[in-house]
């Protein structure tokens, strides 16, 4: 194959491959159609939308599909001119195919390029030209592939590259080959754009929100609401300043994050290097890595030497990691399967050493450039997240609807009205859409986020930051969460316990100081089987390998200067690293060991849970090859005649007692071997045993009590890891999750081999008791139960078992030796069950379980970390009930306002079409009053209550379309009609009362006492909502927390009651307001509100305790939820699981929970 690369086959018809990154996105597909312009169309859409004075254009702003099927018309894709994108989300987008004209001198530089499938050749003038078709799509470039006939991602063009192409480029790419490859990969650039304050506001004004607050605004000045017209302009762009400030702010925020250019020396293929900038970077170009480090400005994979990187950025993890050369392979190179030997985008390269002349820098080929980066990836999910599938959002736009239908009713009331006492044509028009801005509040969608904007800033306070605030009010609704066991349940630390040295003969005494061992291959595994490393002389790596070399008492040497020295000390062989031991004793004798250099590392997998190293003795006498990891995958790689025979039984033990146990191997090497070119597959097999090394990983203090805090709140606590399953199971019950007096049943599930079929089965813990529970049945006995499951027994129960899976899933508590990918897989089948999922981990490996999560917390000390939606700086998991809380009080609040916005509207509503029928209407200053001094007051400072101090067992409600919402809203607005209109008919029984007169209409008519009488009990109502809508109990503090808010209701009911009392004849003439001057009556309307708070907030306490759910149609009606509807089967199913009885494939479902 040439090296250069071919692209691969789409895999089905014509769809476009997806631009999430492969890192942490799963590959998806994207429909695509083409069109071409038309040209009679386009100047007809253009004189339409002059007719229509721009309304066309607006309506094409806000669907631009139709915009394309009225400008274009469908063609193949080769010949478009613009694209019409639908995603997996349903969500559909326009882009315009870019067309560019190749430099005819560059084409012979590419060689045989797959016969140059890239390119799209057109007749030009009779001139064969080459034109390169792409277009541009969340940061990503898609380019024409003629062959395959279709629009493929940049990256394929390198993504079936092997091990072996990579070597060779080494030699490094032309000057005409990179400025070929510039071309067709576009810059090495991920570009966050930065809008113009202008071009902001131009999209922010043409929010429909804002187009009906603008159509809003002109009404009202025609109508002659001069002051409040002018006031909510003045409020209108004091917010959409704020917003394009605080939207430019994050633009630029996420800008400085994510672009990078620097300086960086490439390799070309004439042998010279030349000194570059990073945005000229292509996939190809060698890389000459500096020994000093730098910010690396790609994705690249390592070919000489060795590198320390600093990857917090991406994953949260602050122990910098070490990379080593790929080794040679004919294999297909994936970035994610090579972590280990690739340096990622954004990441701080520390140290690079060995690779580059006289040892120092290290050589590197660039894989991946801008959006196609696993930080462009990451970016490109911030920039563009993907829609969020939540309830309450999706209810919100159905209830503004619903208002329409309000709007619309009263309309068409109001004209009638109006119509019947001889109004103009102009009032009538004016009048009647005038109530539709009544009904429909424009600033009902920045209202109720304020709630969300004081939960993120109080959780920064507590050192969680938020980089996706939509996510708070999801995490109100979590009811499972995840979490990682080394680093967040228990210490980063750990302590080394004991060594066991084992062998054909078995196991001898317990060493529990590895120093102590005799010099022999235990003692130089414990000593060279690592991959640390030496900063300014200091010791950096992974904690577990820090303390295992610790323990030993050698110490680390590194070669000076070019390494010379070192390598002639060990017979010639390439020295990244020097063992030496300590000085022994004067006691002993000549049997003291020799120092060891490692020659060759294989960095720890967690998909191969195992790492290894070669090293050789002083003069080359000797070399061994090394391996640790977990004790399964060691015993599967060594001698079965080596592996003693009560390894079971012993890892079992020490599993049990919560210690981490690893397994140690080696095997003697021919020490003239040029150990550069050896490949792991080769030293890591027929291995001779060692024995097991015990870690003491210490559960954190906090670990325990956050458990029982979450499992008291009936959220659903899960152990993902990496470690043993007994190890993890131990752990369990030392940090709560299992419980002393509950079952752990172990799944096993087999996959299917040549000689048998797949089986699955259920394993108790302690056999002991394992018959009366089988004839009791789980539930009936009373025992509760968890599950636990290996890595390799949850992929064969997806694989063989998937009828059995959901139920697994339900019960499953502790799921052990998982890979990063199944972390993932694991996340998104509990989501196929309607769980929210919750993940909590350290970042390193689970940052496709924290993105994939409805809510992601990292613990990392990086606050610019992308690894999840929430970042927190504390060490351990005590900041996921803090989350969950201000997630709850948000959701709460997110509904108070909600509420209170949509009955703000209503009373409003209602008392315009009271005053319409009665020939009034309200002044101007009184609207101005009511909504500026009243509404928009409360309304900022009701969201500052702080969540709630427990964390309660029921989680708030999320839809604003169920029976108690819909229920308490119509209530309420009764008892608002019903207070209004009972207020005018208390006025007009009034001995002095003055009828209005008929011939005049709206404010003609002021100030009259029907008016007064409306404008004094709605102010009350105003009021008296706010407090009724502002209850958080169970997920809020109480209302007399939040201070300011307390403060401006009584301030408010004071303003109130002084305009009812003594208003003052100034006051009653700017406002247009009746004086009425008995005072029996004055305390007649304040009797009257009072009866109306009180009476709301009778009702709104009934509905809080469920009567309206009695109400119900079918209130027995089983869950929506699938995890729900499982569990009530399973309740009422006594022999589940069966235990001790192998279980083989069916081709039927089991429970169906469809």
Not at 260 to 283: F, K
Not at 461 to 469: H, Q
Not at 958 to 986: D, Y
Request: aromatic share 10%; proline share 5%; charged share 20%.
């Amino acid at each position: 194959m040439d090296r250069r690369g071919s692209v691969l086959e789409p895999q089905s018809g014509l769809p476009s491959p997806c631009p999430r990154g492969d890192l942490f996105i799963p590959e998806c597909h994207m429909d695509v159609q083409g069109y071409k312009w038309v040209r009679w169309r386009v100047w007809l859409c253009r004189v339409a939308a002059a007719l229509s004075l721009g309304l066309v254009l607006l309506v094409f702003h806000w669907r631009p599909r139709l915009a394309v099927l009225a400008r274009c018309r469908s063609c193949p894709l080769p010949l478009a001119d613009v694209l019409l994108l639908k995603d997996t989300f349903g969500q559909q987008h326009v882009v315009e195919v870019v067309k560019e004209e190749m430099a005819h001198g560059s084409l012979e530089s590419q060689g045989e390029m797959d016969d140059c499938e890239w390119r799209d050749t057109v007749q030009l003038y009779k001139e064969e030209k080459v034109l390169l078709r792409y277009y541009l799509f969340e940061g990503m470039r898609y380019v024409w592939l003629d062959r395959k006939g279709a629009f493929c991602r940049v990256s394929v063009l390198s993504e079936d590259w092997t091990y072996k192409d990579l070597s060779g480029f080494q030699k490094g790419l032309s000057r005409l080959e990179q400025s070929f490859r510039r071309c067709i990969y576009g810059p090495n650039l991920i570009d966050v754009p930065v809008k113009s304050y202008m071009r902001l506001l131009f999209e922010e004004v043409l929010n429909p929100f804002y187009v009906f607050q603008c159509f809003s605004i002109t009404l009202w000045i025609v109508d002659n609401y001069y002051y409040y017209a002018v006031c909510i302009l003045v409020i209108s762009f004091l917010s959409i300043s704020i917003s394009l400030y605080e939207i430019r702010k994050q633009s630029v925020t996420l800008r400085n994050m994510a672009q990078l250019l620097t300086n960086v020396t490439v390799r070309r293929a004439s042998g010279e290097e030349e000194c570059v900038t990073s945005l000229d970077l292509v996939p190809g170009d060698c890389l000459v890595l500096p020994q000093e480090g730098l910010l690396l400005p790609c994705d690249a994979v390592l070919l000489a030497g060795e590198c320390l990187v600093n990857e917090s950025m991406l994953t949260g993890e602050s122990v910098p990691v070490l990379k080593t050369p790929l080794p040679a392979s004919d294999r297909t190179y994936s970035s994610e399967g090579e972590r280990r030997h690739t340096l990622f985008c954004g990441t701080q390269l520390i140290q690079a050493k060995g690779g580059g002349r006289e040892g120092r820098g290290a050589i590197a080929v660039v894989t991946s450039t801008g959006f196609f980066t696993a930080k462009g990836s990451l970016v490109s999910s911030i920039m563009y997240p993907q829609p969020t599938n939540f309830r309450f959002y999706q209810d919100a736009v159905k209830f503004l609807l619903i208002l329409g239908l309000v709007a619309f009713i009263g309309t068409i009331y109001s004209f009638v009205i109006l119509y019947r006492d001889n109004a103009t044509w102009k009032a009538l028009i004016i009048r009647t859409l005038d109530v539709v801005t009544i009904a429909v509040p424009a600033a009902l969608p920045a209202t109720i986020t304020t709630g969300t904007i004081y939960a993120q800033s109080r959780l920064k306070r507590n050192g969680i930051f938020c980089i996706s605030p939509s996510r708070i009010n999801i995490s109100g609704k979590v009811s499972v969460f995840c979490f990682d066991k080394t680093g967040t349940l228990t210490e980063d630390g750990l302590d080394v316990w004991g060594v066991m040295e084992g062998g054909a003969a078995g196991f001898s005494e317990l060493v529990q100081e590895p120093r102590l061992l005799p010099p022999g291959p235990m003692l130089w595994g414990l000593a060279c089987c690592h991959t640390v490393t030496l900063m300014k002389g200091q010791p950096l790596g992974d904690p577990l390998e820090l303390k295992m070399v610790e323990s030993t008492g050698w110490s680390q040497e590194e070669p000076d200067g070019d390494g010379s020295a070192a390598d002639a000390e060990f017979g010639g062989h390439r020295v990244l690293a020097v063992m030496r031991p300590p000085p022994p004793p004067s006691s002993q004798g000549t049997g003291a060991s020799e120092a060891m250099a490692i020659v060759q590392r294989f960095p720890f997998s967690s998909a191969l849970q195992r790492m290894s190293v070669v090293a050789v003795e002083r003069h080359g006498r000797s070399a061994f090859a090394f391996i640790k990891g977990s004790p399964e995958m060691v015993a599967s790689l060594c001698q079965t005649e080596t592996v003693p025979s009560q390894f079971a039984a012993k890892l079992s033990s020490f599993s049990r007692d919560g210690l981490r146990v690893l397994a140690l191997a080696y095997k003697p090497l021919d020490a003239s071997t040029d150990f550069k070119t050896t490949e792991r597959g080769e030293a890591e097999t027929d291995m001779r045993f060692l024995g097991f090394l015990m870690m003491k990983n210490l559960v954190k203090p906090q670990s325990a009590d956050v458990i029982s805090t979450l499992r008291r709140a009936q959220l659903r606590c899960i152990m993902v890891t990496g470690d043993n399953i007994l190890t993890a199971v131990n752990v369990a019950k030392s940090c709560s999750m299992v419980a002393s007096d509950e079952q752990v049943i172990f799944v096993d599930a087999k996959p299917q081999t040549a000689q048998s079929a797949p089986t699955l089965t259920f394993n108790l813990e302690d056999d002991h008791g394992a018959v009366e529970i089988v004839t009791l049945g789980l539930y009936q006995s009373g025992a509760n139960y968890h599950l636990a499951i290996s890595g390799k027994s949850f992929a064969a129960l997806c694989d063989h078992f998937p009828e059995y899976l959901p139920k697994v899933l339900l019960r499953t508590t502790v799921f052990a030796r998982m890979t990063p990918d199944q972390k993932t897989q694991l996340v998104k089948e509990l989501q196929n069950l309607n769980y929210r999922v919750g993940m909590c981990g350290d970042g390193a490996n689970d940052c496709g379980a924290l993105r994939a999560a409805d809510v992601g917390v990292s613990l990392s000390e990086a606050e610019a970390s992308v690894a999840s939606p929430f970042t927190s700086k504390s060490a351990d998991i005590s900041c996921v009930p803090l989350v969950i809380r201000e997630g709850r009080c948000s959701l709460i609040t997110s509904f108070s306002l909600f509420r209170y916005m949509a009955m703000y509207s209503l009373i409003q509503f209602c008392s315009v079409l009271v005053l319409y029928t009665l020939h009034t209407n309200m002044s101007d200053l009184e609207f101005l009053f009511l909504d500026i001094c009243l509404m928009s007051v409360l309304a900022i400072v009701m969201g500052r209550g702080g969540p709630s101090m427990q964390l309660h067992s029921s989680r708030p409600p999320a839809s604003l379309l169920a029976l108690p919402f819909l229920g308490s809203l119509f209530l309420h607005t009764c008892m608002v009609i019903a207070f209004q209109v009972a207020a005018v008919f208390v006025t007009t029984a009034q001995e002095w009362y003055v009828p209005l007169n008929h011939t005049r209409l709206g404010d003609k008519n002021l100030p009259n006492m029907e008016n007064a009488s409306v404008f004094y009990l709605s102010g009350f109502q105003y009021i008296i909502l706010a407090v009724v809508v502002t209850k958080g109990h169970p997920h809020k503090k109480p209302l007399y927390h939040n201070i300011i808010f307390l403060c401006i209701l009584l301030i408010l009911l004071a303003v109130m009651s002084w305009l009812v009392v003594l208003p003052g004849a100034f006051v009653c003439e700017m406002l247009k307001l009746f004086n009425f001057q008995y005072m029996d009556f004055k305390m007649l309307l304040l009797a009257l509100a009072a009866l109306n708070f009180f009476l709301c907030f009778a009702v709104e306490a009934v509905i809080d305790l469920g009567v309206l759910n009695h109400l119900r149609c079918n209130a027995n009606h089983p869950s929506k939820k699938k995890y729900k509807r499982l569990n009530s089967l399973l309740c009422n199913s006594p022999s589940w699981p069966p235990l001790n009885q192998p279980l083989l494939p069916t081709n039927h479902t089991v429970v169906s929970i469809s």
